[in-house]
């Protein structure tokens, strides 16, 4: 058990295993061990944040199954499951996991203020900012009569706990609200982020030494054709592969012929660990982990849901690309050769983070020429950089 895990929480990782472990039959005392937590600390999590399920959700009387008053206190495993019309319990990994941190979220959210402190603040804030009043302004005129910050004060007023609401408050009026999930993600499958999630990544070594970021690009929501960016982060080089349409298949299948095209010892050099997203473009992914003969050479790590900050370097790199292909450009008319006419030029360009070497002098001294020519990027003049639409002026169509 790690030290002191009783005041630990488990994490996604965590209850994956825990899942998995239920339904393949592991001991408790095995369940705890791989995730260094206490045998009881893992039947208080089954028990607390299992979800009671019912057959029949009209007949409040309709008995539990018996089986769940002992280990594995579940039915995820129960042969008996499909046809048994008893309540039973069920253990879902993201289930318990989202059960767990609204439970931690809301002890720890609300004020601490008595009922009359909150009432002082209301009577001297909330008329104020009905008049058009600034949080700042109000807070200045009376930060030696309040007994909390600015900041805790502009909380209070978004969690409405004031008279006057964040409506009141003119920039939250005019701020255009954004949707930062636009991108589908992968179905919550325990058995396939097994092992392969940001946490795992972090703790494995060879993932500091080296590691390749992939990614996709769309054009607009009507076209067909989409961009698959590989990204080398040590050394800020990018290339890309045209698909036909954004899917999991041909996404794998590219990768599948790259590595034949750049052969087992330049695929295993450089393609050994590989971090994404949870996009359903990558579903398949997982599968270019072993080669013909079955022998593991890749290993495949996702990030976090809505953590695009875990690939960093990937996603500050694409706006490379809308230089050239600005948001609402069809990706249809181009070909893989435009692709790599794209890549030369945005490889071409110095870059203070690499100490105004470009990505191209690195890669032809870390990955080799051999390794540039296979996949077409070629070196051009600085003075023959073009990073704006008029690269592909004459074929580009913008909607």
């Not at 495993?77 to 019309?85: A, D, E, G, L, V």
Request: glycine share 4%; hydrophobic share 35%; proline share 4%.
């Amino acid at each position: 058990m790690k030290e002191a895990a009783k005041y630990s929480h488990l994490t996604l990782r965590d209850r994956i295993k825990i899942q998995i472990g239920l339904e393949t039959g592991i001991p408790i005392r095995d369940i705890a061990d791989s995730i260094k937590f206490s045998r009881q600390k893992v039947y208080h999590e089954i028990l607390t944040n299992g979800l009671i399920r019912k057959k029949d959700s009209l007949n409040p009387l309709r008995r539990c199954c018996l089986s769940i008053l002992s280990y594995p206190f579940v039915c995820n495993n129960c042969p008996k499951k499909s046809n048994c019309i008893m309540k039973g319990r069920y253990y879902y990994a993201d289930h318990a996991h989202n059960l767990a941190t609204f439970r931690l979220h809301s002890s720890r959210s609300g004020s601490k203020l008595s009922k009359a402190q909150i009432g002082t603040i209301n009577s001297l804030v909330s008329p104020r900012l009905n008049d058009g009043q600034s949080i700042h302004h109000i807070y200045e005129d009376h930060k030696d009569v309040l007994p909390i910050c600015e900041r805790t004060l502009r909380h209070m007023v978004n969690r409405n706990e004031l008279d006057a609401r964040n409506i009141s408050l003119r920039r939250t009026v005019g701020r255009k609200m954004t949707n930062h999930h636009k991108n589908q993600l992968l179905p919550f499958d325990p058995y396939l982020l097994n092992g392969r999630m940001y946490e795992d990544f972090l703790e494995n070594e060879a993932s500091r030494t080296w590691y390749t970021e992939l990614d996709t690009v769309i054009g607009t929501l009507h076209s067909k054709k989409v961009l698959l960016t590989i990204y080398f982060p040590k050394i800020g080089f990018m290339f890309g592969r045209l698909l036909s349409a954004k899917e999991a298949a041909l996404v794998l299948a590219e990768l599948i012929s790259l590595r034949s095209l750049l052969g087992p010892k330049l695929w295993q050099k450089f393609f050994a660990v590989i971090l994404t997203d949870r996009g359903l473009e990558f579903n398949h992914l997982p599968q270019i982990e072993t080669d013909e003969a079955g022998h593991k050479i890749t290993e495949v790590y996702f990030t976090d849901a809505y953590r695009s900050n875990q690939k960093a370097g990937i996603e500050s790199n694409h706006r490379l690309i809308r230089y050239v292909l600005p948001k609402g450009t069809s990706f249809d008319f181009l070909t893989q050769n435009d692709i790599d006419i794209l890549f030369s030029n945005i490889n071409g360009l110095r870059r203070q983070s690499l100490h105004n070497f470009t990505p191209f002098e690195l890669a032809k001294k870390v990955l080799g020429q051999k390794f540039l020519s296979l996949i077409n990027i070629y070196y051009i003049p600085s003075k023959r950089i073009v990073l704006t639409p008029n690269l592909f002026n004459k074929k580009a169509t913008i909607i």
